[in-house]
């Protein structure tokens, strides 16, 4: 329908698209008025001109008549400068409603699809004069880019091509290409890859085309099983960290936090951490255990170690020797009833006698371990 008009107001002008125009008149029993007067022409249905196809470009569509629209798509590279859609408006005069688009290589810019193609400004033409553009190819964490070069002509020397393996101005250079020999392939091991290009005042060339596929990278060895600890943290991919715990009695020896590198081979940016027995220490939680040092393997020659139980005034602590291997008499745990070796004893305890038990009469304990140059042994006391 061309339009529904009631009222005084004269109605616009109106073009039918097609040979036959169909005009239906109503009135009701009320108020009469003057009516209407109309005037018609034929008019010929030519159709917009056929819209030009951008270079690097594809035009959709081969109708042209009145309110026919036709789309445009780049070629992969370029990027599309003015209206993917154009529609044919009606009127004595055909014309579209906007001018066809361009399709430009355009300096710098961000890609985010799995695969894609990057170009030089002004390509398969040349680029401009001093040019500083950068490109950012961002994927999921866990892939890196495959590069690929198609073309490759700068002036020696002076135009280049930078790949860097992150996406900023500091990160490593994986490649640096100049003059007209074609670069091999290369791979970057970040899922954030910058592609920078410089040109100077003088000679241009036609630059470069290249073409990037996403590739998953490996993760980082699996620090499973971590022994006498716990590993924490969503996976072991590329940027991904994790986090280590031991369990009562042990220490962490290491780094706590590890990130996965960015890397040809994937690795932790640190060694695996690994959870010991120390030898001593202050113990402030109000339970736990104290193990020989190298638990559960027997305990090494020549050891003393000083341990220092605290819990919270007004509590006292509770031992049991839940296991006792010890060389007699050469090898002993001597406990005292307080923070220093002057307290009172509470006992001393070596062989391979068990559930033995001790009680303090303040909230501090010490325990002194003292093992000689020959046979090793093992224990666990267990306090509350």
């Not at 690929?148 to 640096?176: A, C, W």
Request: charged share 10%; aromatic share 12%; glycine share 10%.
């Amino acid at each position: 329908m061309l339009g529904s008009f009631s009222g005084t107001t004269v109605p616009a002008l109106l073009n039918s698209t097609s040979n036959q125009l169909y005009l239906h008149f109503y009135s009701d029993i009320s108020v009469s008025a003057a009516g209407f007067h109309l005037e018609y022409k034929t008019v010929g249905l030519s159709s917009c001109p056929e819209p030009a196809v951008p270079g690097n470009g594809v035009k959709i569509g081969e109708r042209y008549l009145v309110n026919d629209v036709v789309s445009f798509q780049c070629e992969p590279g370029y990027a599309l400068q003015g209206h993917s859609h154009i529609s044919c408006m009606p009127g004595t005069v055909r014309r579209w409603n906007y001018p066809p688009p361009l399709c430009i290589a355009q300096c710098g810019g961000t890609a985010e699809e799995m695969e894609g193609v990057l170009l030089s400004p002004g390509f398969p033409g040349n680029y401009p004069s001093n040019l500083d553009c950068t490109w950012r190819i961002l994927l999921p964490v866990g892939f890196g880019a495959h590069i690929q070069f198609l073309n490759f002509s700068t002036e020696p020397n002076h135009d280049f091509v930078e790949i860097r393996n992150g996406p900023y101005d500091t990160s490593g250079v994986i490649g640096r290409f100049s003059g007209a020999e074609l670069p091999g392939s290369l791979l970057s091991t970040c899922h954030e890859t910058s592609v920078y290009f410089h040109s100077d005042h003088s000679q241009n060339k036609p630059g470069f085309k290249l073409e990037y596929q996403a590739y998953e990278l490996q993760e980082c060895p699996d620090p499973e099983p971590f022994a006498h600890g716990v590993v924490r943290g969503a996976g072991y991919n590329v940027g991904q960290s994790i986090s280590f715990e031991c369990l009562p009695g042990y220490r962490l020896i290491g780094h706590p936090v590890l990130t996965c590198q960015h890397g040809t081979n994937r690795n932790w940016d640190h060694p695996l951490p690994r959870c010991e027995v120390p030898c001593g220490g202050n113990v402030t939680t109000q339970n736990g255990t104290v193990y020989s040092p190298g638990f559960p393997n027997p305990y090494p020659n020549s050891q003393d170690c000083t341990w220092l139980l605290t819990v919270p005034v007004g509590y006292g602590i509770h031992l049991n020797f839940t296991l006792l291997q010890t060389e007699p008499y050469n090898d002993f745990i001597t406990v005292w009833d307080g923070p220093q070796q002057t307290a009172p004893q509470l006992g001393v305890f070596t062989g391979s006698s068990a559930k033995q038990a001790a009680q303090s009469s303040s909230n501090q304990v010490l325990l002194r371990f003292r093992s000689d140059g020959a046979n090793g042994g093992i224990f666990a006391i267990h306090f509350h």
